[in-house]
């Protein structure tokens, strides 16, 4: 064995000459645990850009943390339909709407009731008196504002019915019928848009007046889209709106409804099964409905509608102090005595009583021939009646034609039009004696 030389040995004391036997190493440090590598090396990620073309209409009704948003682009798509009874908050939702999208879009608003005037002055859009202008004059005018991009709001309310008829028929006919250099996007509102494109009743408008209306609506939710207009409709029922008019539409906002009928056809449109839309339907709260379609961001979905800028005028009113009135102070005020002795006059003109006027009026009409062939054939399936489709081919006849046959025959009570197809009324207005 070969032992170490003396500098070796001091090179070794040297090396150890300051450790100590009596301590422990030091121990290495832990290594962090995987999940922890795993999130610190984890970036966050970037947030979601918002999407430029969308407005918000509310909130999550669940959730109110969470926006409930619209898609303009695929709003002129797929079109709108507003629809709940009276006091769901149809018009709030359509101003909530108008508002939000004004400066993104050409807006072009529809009023039969005299509501939105108060959107025209916040926003600062033109607002015309639609029965001031006629025919021509009222098409040549919408021809313009499409040209030059002017936002605006039609007032109707001063206008007879059927003037309103002729007059959406004649904006909608000049928007279609626009050169190509014109079709700009534009997004054209109506409200209370059953009584444009009813389904089933009649006024006292002729047929040609309703004919010409409800085809003016089919072509907006219809050919419009390809010429850039997006019709979003309100309406009351879905059962009073015709049905080539919603068949066009594919983005829905449904809020409170309580006849059987129109939970049945909302059902249908939003794809709920009976038994949910019999329990929800009725239960929404004015300002809450049901969204669904391809240009929302959640859907199908529960929204609560958020604020207006604009006053409501259509809000529920409110009970005010009634002016207290002694009974000869108030008879002064209506002058009774004025009243009186023009009752006398009208008791020396010479009238036809009630009856024969109604008769008159309904053998003038130009779908009487037609409507006395439906009736015959009518009379035979009481008490079940048939459907329109099935009728129009039993009598060989136009299914537009027949309908305005119906539609005459219900004004006069003759038969009842509900969504399944028609039916006959127990009682006939001509069977009474006149």
């Not at 006919?173 to 190509?180: G, S």
């Not at 080539?244 to 409170?256: A, C, Q, R």
Request: glycine share 6%; with cysteine; proline share 6%.
């Amino acid at each position: 064995m070969t032992r170490a030389t003396p500098s070796q040995e001091a090179l070794v004391a040297a090396a150890f000459k300051n450790v100590r036997y009596d301590e422990k190493p030091a121990p290495k440090p832990a290594a962090p645990p995987k999940h922890a590598i795993a999130a610190s090396a984890k970036t966050e990620p970037p947030p979601t850009p918002a999407d430029p073309n969308a407005i918000t209409l509310g909130k999550l009704d669940l959730n109110q943390s969470i926006d409930v948003t619209l898609n303009i682009e695929k709003l002129l798509e797929g079109r709108l339909l507003i629809q709940g009874a009276s006091g769901a908050g149809k018009s709030w939702t359509l101003r909530r709407l108008l508002e939000q999208s004004s400066g993104r879009i050409q807006q072009l608003v529809i009023d039969p009731e005299g509501e939105f005037k108060s959107l025209a002055d916040e926003l600062g859009y033109l607002y015309i008196e639609g029965h001031k202008l006629k025919g021509a004059a009222i098409a040549e005018m919408a021809r313009r504002a499409r040209a030059n991009r002017i936002s605006m709001v039609v007032d109707l309310s001063d206008a007879r019915r059927e003037e309103q008829m002729m007059a959406v028929a004649a904006i909608f006919h000049a928007l279609i019928e626009c050169p190509q250099e014109m079709w700009h996007p534009a997004l054209v509102a109506v409200d209370e848009a059953h009584l444009f494109a009813p389904w089933g009743s009649q006024g006292q408008e002729s047929t040609a007046v309703r004919k010409a209306s409800i085809a003016a609506v089919v072509d907006l939710m219809s050919r419009g889209r390809k010429r850039g207009l997006a019709g979003v409709l309100a309406t009351q029922r879905l059962a009073r709106l015709s049905k080539s008019v919603v068949s066009e539409i594919h983005n829905f906002l449904i809020g409170i409804n309580t006849l059987d009928l129109d939970v049945k056809r909302a059902a249908e449109t939003i794809g709920w099964e009976m038994r949910k839309a019999y329990d929800r339907l009725p239960t929404l709260t004015p300002g809450e409905f049901v969204a669904t379609g391809p240009a929302f961001s959640l859907s199908p979905v529960e929204v609560m509608i958020g604020d207006v800028k604009s006053r409501h005028i259509g809000a529920a009113p409110r009970l005010a102090e009634v002016q207290q009135l002694d009974a000869e102070a108030a008879r002064s005020m209506l002058d009774i005595d004025e009243l009186v002795e023009m009752s006398r006059a009208d008791e020396h003109e010479t009238t036809l009583q009630p009856g024969f006027k109604a008769v008159r009026a309904f053998i003038r009409d130009d779908s009487f021939p037609l409507a006395g062939r439906a009736f015959e054939a009518l009379k035979g399936l009481m008490p079940d009646g048939t459907t329109v489709r099935s009728l129009a081919d039993h009598l060989q006849a136009d299914e537009d034609g027949l309908i305005a046959a119906l539609a005459l025959l219900e004004s006069y009570g003759g038969v009842e039009i509900n969504d399944e197809g028609v039916r006959v009324a127990p009682k006939f207005f001509w069977e009474k004696k006149l």
